[in-house]
């Protein structure tokens, strides 16, 4: 999952990003409502998570602007305002959730998965298809109750498939599921992690889709 950041606090902005890539997630960073209007001019994002005391434009306002032009990426507000009308406001304004800081990383992740398995294909934390099963809490995959030892980069590549069960992902997908803003991407990493899931892997557990992309047959 892609997640924009709009946070101008940069101790807590890293802290979280570190955390967040921690988990699987792809993070891209913005200091500024106007920056963050301009990221989600096109549909690049899974998920936003936004600061309200931005230094330029309000937070309310950047998600105001987001809903008029209807868009409907998921926004967790994180702020430190904290009376109920202020969360009344913030939900009222379009935000799916709203956290006060300060604020336990484990309860941010939790609704990040809530909102995870709202737009993806699992109804829990753990997707089971065939022997395989991926527990996005646990951050672990498991073959016939195995643990499989797997990379970062495999795990996060199994995770978008696996979400997505039943569903071709092209290779371009899958590599929006991988790089942030400014990270080099190599040309053959999704074929070498593919290639090397596969080694651990039931036998045809991920399928080709010959100059599509590849396919996880639905249990």
């Known amino acids: 999952?892609?997640?924009?950041?709009?946070?101008d606090d940069l101790p807590l902005a890293q802290a979280l990003q570190q955390s967040l890539r921690h988990e699987g997630f792809v993070v891209n960073h913005v200091e500024t409502g106007k920056d963050a209007l301009t990221a989600l001019a096109v549909p690049d994002h899974d998920m936003v998570i936004l600061d309200l005391g931005l230094p330029d434009i309000d937070g309310l306002v950047v998600l105001k602007k987001i809903r008029a032009k209807k868009q409907t990426?998921?926004?967790?507000?994180?702020?430190?305002?904290?009376?109920i009308e202020q969360r009344?406001?913030?939900l009222d304004f379009g935000a799916d959730d709203y956290l006060v800081?300060?604020?336990?990383?484990?309860?941010l992740l939790a609704r990040l998965r809530v909102i995870e398995r709202r737009l993806g294909t699992a109804d829990s934390a753990i997707i089971s298809i065939?022997?395989?099963?991926?527990d996005s809490a646990a951050h672990k995959v498991f073959v016939a109750e195995q643990v499989l030892s797997c990379s970062k980069k495999e795990y996060m590549v199994l995770k978008a498939l696996m979400e997505?069960?039943?569903r071709i992902q092209s290779r371009e997908q899958i590599e929006s599921r991988l790089y942030e803003w400014g990270e080099e991407v190599i040309s053959n990493a999704v074929e070498v992690h593919i290639h090397n899931l596969r080694k651990k892997l039931p036998e045809k557990f991920i399928?080709?889709?010959?100059?599509?992309?590849?396919?996880?047959?639905?249990?």
């Open 1 to 7: 999952m892609r997640i924009l950041l709009v946070e």
């Open 73 to 83: 990426t998921p926004v967790i507000i994180l702020t430190a305002r904290d009376t």
């Open 88 to 90: 009344v406001q913030g």
């Open 101 to 107: 800081k300060p604020f336990d990383i484990n309860e």
């Open 130 to 134: 065939s022997t395989v099963k991926l």
């Open 164 to 166: 997505n069960a039943g």
């Open 207 to 219: 399928q080709t889709v010959r100059g599509v992309g590849y396919t996880i047959n639905k249990a």
